[in-house]
């Protein structure tokens, strides 16, 4: 199975418990094929944590047996670091101490509500998803392969939430929203309540091995230079700029050049057009960077200057 049609195995499968969302699906694929986190960000009750129970379910272990191991942390006020990076125990019988792990040491691990609990929590995720492992005391435990890390926050919201840090939100290489469902999907979910029924009947549609070679894939999407210089003024056009208070990391850049990638992947391309990066800019860049104007709408100041970038882009 070559990178594209595991890709659309991933999409066709979640299609049939999130209907009517094909482009979210799309994006969402390129992110995690990508090598990237994602954090969903929407209003309760549209499907968020279905999603990630989804790709748990489609992408099935190495020994064919079953799906990757997955695991939900319900972020609240009271969670601690050690919670969800293990710790070290004392064992009576040997007299020695040993590694009790946590649930982000899982292939896929859904932070559900993750503004619900407090910035040192929040703080104890920045190493497993920048560096893929986590330290306790004198030693280093990594993550099964594939991992990645899908995020869930209510934004209406502001009673017993803390905000994410930038720090935080550097880390997730997309942010995506479900939004409501149109009226013929919304009356499927009437009808058939996928979330619950097709949810549980789902099977493993790919396996791991060609999970992993598919990511490998995408990093071998070409990208023409001028794109890659059009990435580059696009981040650095945030930077200086009296719209923006905040401008995007060089993480931000890197991430955007490699969702770009993943994207022409999922839509069958061996090179990124600028459709993609208009597509995956306010995806990849939104909520790295902060307005000047609190009541500005990002998503249209960002658009501003891809446009202005791309219209400007010349092929040899």
Do not use: W
């Amino acid at each position: 199975m070559n990178g594209h049609d595991t890709a659309r195995a991933l999409i066709n499968g979640a299609s049939a418990v999130i209907q009517g969302k094909a482009e979210f699906l799309e994006l969402l694929a390129a992110g995690l094929l990508a090598k990237g986190h994602v954090l969903l960000e929407d209003n309760p009750g549209l499907g968020k944590t279905t999603v990630a129970k989804a790709v748990a379910r489609l992408i099935g272990a190495e020994d064919a047996g079953g799906s990757l191991v997955f695991k939900r942390i319900q972020f609240t006020p009271d969670l601690l670091p050690y919670d969800i990076t293990g710790v070290d125990v004392f064992d009576p019988e040997t007299k020695t101490f040993r590694f009790a792990p946590g649930p982000v040491l899982a292939n896929i691990v859904l932070a559900d509500e993750i503004n619900r609990t407090t910035p040192k929590v929040q703080s104890a995720l920045l190493e497993v998803m920048a560096e893929r492992q986590v330290t306790i005391g004198k030693h280093t435990h990594r993550p099964p392969e594939p991992f990645f890390v899908i995020a869930t926050e209510n934004p209406i919201e502001s009673e017993g939430t803390f905000p994410l840090p930038a720090a935080q939100l550097d880390r997730f290489m997309l942010r995506l929203s479900l939004g409501y469902p149109n009226r013929e999907a919304e009356r499927a979910i009437l009808d058939e309540n996928p979330g619950e029924y097709r949810l549980k009947a789902l099977e493993p549609a790919l396996s791991a091995a060609d999970f992993l070679l598919a990511q490998k894939e995408a990093e071998l999407v070409y990208c023409h230079p001028n794109l890659k210089e059009a990435i580059l003024d696009i981040i650095r056009d945030t930077r200086g700029n009296e719209r923006f208070l905040l401008g995007a990391s060089p993480r931000a850049g890197l991430h955007f050049l490699q969702a770009a990638k993943a994207l022409a992947l999922v839509r069958g391309r061996p090179f990124v057009t600028d459709e993609d990066l208009s597509i995956l800019a306010a995806p990849a860049l939104a909520h790295r960077i902060k307005p000047q104007d609190p009541r500005a709408q990002l998503e249209v100041l960002i658009k501003d200057l891809v446009s202005a970038r791309i219209n400007a882009i010349k092929f040899i």
